[in-house]
């Protein structure tokens, strides 16, 4: 099936990546928004394992834990040598008092609080107990998670947290785990191109997984970034094709940008966006799923799932055949960028 369809992520290791050009998003499965049972999270993973998905991604952040002890359970009856596993560093998951814990945008999580530590030993001590959480010898990619100021609050914040990371010995730690060939790859985990674009300059990375920042909504990266990820040969891991909500919902009341309310100029824009893909019979969502793999960098898109019937739906938009047309008309009618590359045009070499 075409899920299964392999890229590498492009590293400059003995053991490049490979990864299905769809993946599975974690962070739904730590509780994010809303509870997850039990059993709906582990269905999900086995349905997602059972249509081919081979990438799954997650994070010592997506409810404090419980997102990487979900995934542990599964990958036990699964397998670790069948997949290709992610995990972050940079928060570490610390046992505290009932008042001090720090959920995030998460529920009924464990009784613990974040502590950010970018420096080697904080890598290190995050590492560890990552793999502690899911039960498995070793990650295949290692990601540094959130020193944008998206997440860090502030651009002062960001570049403290990007400083500690090189002086304070995080990056230090991660080549020293990838040349060890404990992980086959490093990047890093964030909400925003521009810092993605700054650790490039700064050290060896094998790819990032970049979050809401390359839509049918938002082509900035194409400025600068992604050109130099071609330059590179750097893969991107793409989260948040649906900018966290509104290319999934449209432009309904209520409708999510950026994890708030849609702006009215968005709104308007997510409305001709759709009547384009009204005209080709072709859902909205559908459309957002396929269209960020039509640039070559993007290696995998990961939209998350809590339950099977959610993992059938993502299978089913991915495999949706959209007309040429519409992407040529989505252009012309200056609604994405005249230099995206087309899910149309990149389809002999996908």
Known sequence: MTVSRTKLLNNRTSRPVPLTRMG????????????VSDEDAQMALQAAYDAGIRFFDTAPQYGLGRSENRFGEAIALIGRSNIQLSTKIGRLLLDCDPHEVTPEAFVDVPQKRIVFDYTYDGVMRSYEA??????????????????CVFSQGSQEMSDAKVRELFDGGGYRALTELRDAGEV???????????????????GDFDGFLLAGRYTLLEQEALDSFLPLCEKRDVGIILGG???????ATGAVPGAKYNYADAPEDILDRVRKIEA?????????????LQFVLGHPSVKTVVPGAVSASEVQSNIALFERDIPAALWSDLRSQGLIRSDAPLPAETADVA
């Open 276 to 288: 384009v893909c009204a005209a080709h019979d072709t859902p909205l969502i559908a459309a957002a």
């Open 184 to 202: 086959a790859a490093i990047g890093a985990g964030v909400n925003e191109w521009q810092v993605c674009e700054r650790l490039l300059g700064l």
């Open 241 to 247: 094709p649906y900018n966290s909500g509104i290319l």
């Open 24 to 35: 599975f998003g974690g962070a739904p499965l730590g509780n994010l928004y809303r509870k």
């Open 130 to 147: 990552s793999r502690e959480r899911i039960g498995v010898p070793n990650a295949d990619i290692l990601l540094v998670h959130d020193v």
